[in-house]
């Protein structure tokens, strides 16, 4: 806050975040509110300097200078879309370390479920299939003995 | 043969294979930006020595070079020297703007002394113009035309050709 | 003349490779007693070259002879000798000198350790290993040559990445990493040479399952190491950011882990052969994938090796080793699935399929949320992020329902289990489960993930516990005395079932240790003048003062605190500040004070020296030692069970399952 008082003072202007995602639309945040949203959106933005940390977690000093914009965002009422949108406008989707569900990436969060069920149906089927074989057969001598290796391929002659 | 493990299997190597030898020797620590094409986010921020606001919009009908840098970043010590000797080479056909964040004006004032300047230095609060732009680190410098578009970016240093054939770009 | 016999050795060992791995597969081929014989005698000369040529590196190293490529670049009379020595591993060429190195030893030691015993599979495993060397021998001999020869030799060399200096663990990680990601290779020729025979017995499970739960106990501590690195080094309080490079070494794990479960069933049950050798042969397929990921420069990485040439070469055998192992699957995995049958779906073989699946699903989840901004980059042209938010998303669940398994899985009979029966076994655990979890809430968690967390891991720990103590029980009651049953029933007779359950004890505390740590942590920013103090809970934090120190790679600034706990002093720590001259952005190197309760962890965000101001985070995180503990209780159960019994036990198949559920003996 001292920041935009001191700016109004001297007419000073950063890049407004309005013209990039419109008028605030989310209500004006203060106190824990703030804090765990700040915290929160925090956690989904990427640090462009570190590799792959959250702003929230890394110790840099850009992170540090993104978590306070975040936090002046949302000091001024725009809601949690618009602040990852505005970051979004000028690092890019690789800004967020959650992948938006949407286009393309839609298959990073299906791909798994689709694994799962898939997983599941052959799981089950091998199951069922192992289940309703014969009674165990009387255990397997080890097959790598040469003798027995032997006597086998007699056998099965 | 089983024929599902193998065509499985030929699937996912054609389909690693593929993806790295695409990706490879490209720089991964590189972020393309999404401004580039887009009008230069725009600022009045103040300069150091003068105190007086500097206004991008105003500076509209010339390339201008957009420098971030800071004193405590290391490689910018090494490309100053070259920013400096540009921008007198280039006189008045390209305007070139340092923004320095999280800094202090004494710190900047003497490293300026110092090493010479040749041209306004502002001093961005908080780093939200840095933001903004779309900045990872510093230094990283952004190429606006005439008509005060992003043409593009660089991160890091550079050196004198590097900077000239950007500037060449923007020239157009 | 140093360099050149190492680089007479690195050429040599690439020719025995070659016409070993040639004897190999004919031996394979033949089987006859002296092709086997002469394979083996191959791969010793092999790795005589490899270690012949790594004790010239390292005595370059220590002469600081600068003549030799390697030694010119990161050699120093500088620094003291133990830098010196690990300097082997600090930069890529060394490195991969390194890894042939292990590989030697690994191959030597499964040569050894095979004696005559499995002359029909020898042949083919070994051919297959000195292909893996051929690979290596290769990337030293030409594109990662470290014996080149320096044509004009300075004096003193800049010595290795100060990064190597700056903290003792990034010392010890990389040998741990590549005792396990090298030793896959050996379970990978052994399951090789199965397929390729098209028959796998419970003999020949033997050498498969204990030349992979090696390499894994390593992998195990060294992903932990990783971690620990991160946490001590890099200053956001945590220790595992899904950072591509910490993927890359998980995955194979998982996949090891996996097939040492399966091997379990496929020995008790003669089922999930080819799905056993599958698991194997991914998780030395995921090493190489992940050599592909650390070295090639394609990813972001805190771990990462800048951008070298050997990145295509390591595509190409990723690329081979991949297509053989499937066409070899393809060919003989119908022919692996034998005879045999599980009981239910309510039985330990159940829950052991279930295992598998949801390991496996890790593994892919992991592998696609990892490579997926490459997929979008290569095909898209677009960049984007998968990080901490995704993983945890998927990853939670998955581990949580892992520790479910870990609990209920061997606390289920082998064989169908009645409803009664299975519920009686089921329901004492759930006590403990409840009492863990009560405590947990009353300590002040509130996430549901961890609060189930705690739950099933106080189930999974009695269950454990109780399993380690049956057989000891069983023995007291047959008269024997506490010191001689535990004696007996674990040290001596059932060193394998007591080191798996170890691992599982491991298992428990690190999953729970990591649930806890990562929701209960608190962080607080702070602002402090000199001889200011802050009061976090019960700790109260006073700067001392800050101070520059010039170093000869880096400008560090030091901050010193005074940490009370309750008023009373209990450390000074001394976080600092380091600008090294060819990074963009200084790099943090926090202070910890550590107890098993909690750590105390500062970390520098800004300093200003002039005014003495500083700017810190402080990061309170409970139990998260224990996971460093726990991970090394994990690899230390894995070796004792791999330590094989005194007398050989023959047809495990046929060992009764004791009506009640208490499992034989194994």
């Not at chain 2, 030929?10 to 020797?25: D, R």
Request: charged share 15%; proline share 6%; aromatic share 10%.
């Amino acid at each position: 806050m001292i920041v935009f008082v001191f700016l109004a003072l001297l007419q000073l202007k950063v890049p407004d975040a309005q013209q990039l995602v419109g008028a605030p639309a989310g209500k004006k945040l203060a106190g824990a509110e703030l804090d765990q949203k700040t915290m929160e959106l925090s956690q989904i933005l990427r640090c462009p300097v570190c590799q792959g940390l959250s702003i929230s977690d890394s110790p840099s000093i850009m992170a540090a200078n993104m978590r306070d914009q975040v936090r002046d965002l949302l000091v001024q009422g725009y809601s949690q879309e618009q602040v990852l949108k505005y970051f979004e406008q000028s690092y890019g989707q690789f800004v967020l370390l959650k992948p938006k569900f949407q286009g393309v990436n839609t298959f990073v969060w299906l791909l798994p479920l689709g694994a799962l069920l898939i997983g599941l149906a052959i799981t089950l089927v091998k199951m069922n299939k192992l289940d309703a074989a014969p009674a165990a057969p009387a255990p397997e001598a080890p097959a790598d003995d040469p003798y027995v290796a032997r006597v086998r391929e007699l056998v099965e002659k | 043969m089983n024929k599902t493990v193998l065509a499985i299997g030929i699937l996912i190597t054609a389909a690693l294979v593929a993806v790295f030898f695409l990706v490879m020797g490209k720089d991964p620590g590189h972020i393309d930006s999404p401004l580039i094409g887009r009008p230069a986010p725009t600022f009045t921020l103040r300069a150091v020595g003068s105190g007086q606001p500097l206004n991008l919009e105003q500076l509209r009908g010339k390339p201008v070079v957009i420098n971030f840098w800071a004193t405590w970043c290391m490689p910018c010590y090494q490309e100053h020297p070259v920013l400096v000797q540009n921008a007198r080479m280039l006189g008045d056909n390209v305007q070139f703007v340092g923004v320095v964040f999280n800094d202090t004006e004494d710190k900047i004032q003497q490293f300026l002394n110092a090493r010479g300047s040749a041209y306004p230095t502002v001093i961005d609060e908080a780093g939200k113009t840095a933001i903004a732009y779309g900045v990872g680190g510093v230094p990283e410098t952004f190429f606006v035309d005439k008509a005060g578009k992003i043409v593009a970016k660089y991160e890091g240093p550079m050196d004198g050709d590097t900077l000239q054939s950007y500037v060449a770009k923007v020239m157009q | 003349m140093t360099g050149s016999v190492g680089q007479f050795l690195v050429l040599l060992s690439l020719l025995v490779a070659t016409t070993g791995a040639m004897i190999g597969f004919y031996a394979g081929r033949v089987r006859t007693k002296e092709a086997v014989e002469w394979a083996r005698k191959f791969a010793y000369l092999y790795a005589a070259c490899m270690i012949g040529a790594t004790l010239v590196m390292e005595y370059a190293l220590l002469t600081h002879d600068f003549r030799v490529g390697y030694v010119e670049q990161v050699g120093s009379r500088a620094v003291p000798m133990w830098v010196t020595i690990v300097s082997l591993w600090s930069s890529l060429e060394g490195s991969i000198l390194f890894w042939g190195f292990i590989l030697a030893i690994y191959i030597a030691g499964a040569v050894r350790f095979t004696k005559n015993e499995h002359a029909d599979f020898m042949g083919d495993s070994i051919g297959v290993w000195l292909s893996c060397a051929i690979f290596f021998s290769y990337l030293i001999a030409a594109p990662a040559n470290p014996f080149g020869l320096v044509a004009n030799p300075p004096f003193d060399g800049p010595g290795p990445n100060p990064l190597l200096q700056n903290h003792l663990l990034m010392i010890i990680h990389p040998p741990f990493l590549y005792l396990g990601y090298v030793g896959m290779t050996i379970p990978f020729g052994f399951a090789s040479a199965a397929l390729m025979r098209g028959r796998l017995g419970a003999g020949f499970l033997r050498p498969i399952r204990a030349s992979l739960l090696l390499p894994w106990c390593f992998l195990t501590i060294a992903i932990m190491l990783g971690g620990w690195w991160a946490y001590e080094v890099l200053g956001w309080g945590g220790y595992w950011a899904w950072d591509p490079v910490e993927n890359a070494s998980l995955l194979p794990w998982l996949t090891a882990t996996a097939a040492l479960h399966s091997a379990i069933v496929m020995e008790r049950r003669g089922v999930l052969k080819g799905w056993t050798v599958t698991l194997v042969q991914a998780s030395f397929l995921l090493t190489v994938l992940g050599t592909f990921m650390t070295r090639s420069g394609v990813f972001n990485s805190v771990h990462s090796f800048t951008q070298s040439a050997i990145g295509p070469t390591i595509l190409v055998f990723l690329a081979a080793a991949l297509l053989f192992a499937i066409v070899l699957l393809s060919m003989r995995i119908d022919s692996l699935e034998a005879e045999g049958r599980i009981d239910g779906a309510v039985s330990r073989e159940g829950m052991f399929l279930v295992n598998n699946l949801l390991f496996v699903l890790l593994t892919f989840t992991i592998l696609i949320g990892t490579a997926f901004p490459l997929i979008v980059e290569a095909f898209k042209g677009k960049q984007m992020s998968v990080g901490r938010p995704y993983f945890d998303a998927m990853v939670v669940p998955i581990g949580t329902a892992l520790l479910f398994l870990l609990g209920v899985g061997p606390a289920l009979p082998w064989g169908r289990a009645k409803q009664g029966q299975a519920l009686r076994l089921l329901l004492p655990p759930a006590a403990l489960g409840v009492l863990v979890a009560g405590a947990g809430f009353a300590l002040g968690s509130s996430n549901f993930w961890t609060l189930l967390t705690l739950f099933f891991g106080g189930y999974a720990a009695h269950v454990t516990m109780a399993e380690m103590w049956s057989p000891v029980a069983a023995r007291m009651k047959r008269g024997e005395n506490v010191g001689t049953a535990v004696m007996q029933a674990q040290v001596r007779r059932g060193r394998r079932r007591f080191g798996s359950y170890v691992v599982h004890a491991g298992a428990v505390i690190t999953i729970v240790a990591i649930a806890v740590s990562s929701t209960m942590r608190t962080s607080r920013e702070l602002q402090l003048e000199k001889g200011q103090t802050a009061t976090v809970g019960k700790y109260g934090v006073t700067f001392l003062g800050a101070e520059d120190r010039q170093e000869p790679h880096r400008l560090s600034t030091i901050a010193r605190f005074r940490i009370t706990k309750n008023g009373k002093e209990i450390a000074t720590l001394a976080p600092r500040m380091n600008q090294y001259q060819t990074m963009r952005e200084p790099i943090g190197s926090p202070d910890v004070y550590s107890t098993l309760a909690g750590d105390f962890y500062i970390s520098l965000m800004n300093v200003d020296v002039p005014t003495q101001r500083v700017g810190i985070s402080v990061y309170q995180t409970p139990m998260i030692a224990w996971i460093w503990i726990s991970v090394i209780l994990m690899g230390l159960g894995g070796l004792i069970a791999l330590i094989p019994a005194r007398a050989p036990r023959v047809a495990i198949a046929s060992e009764p399952v004791l009506p009640g559920g208490v499992p034989a003996e194994s």
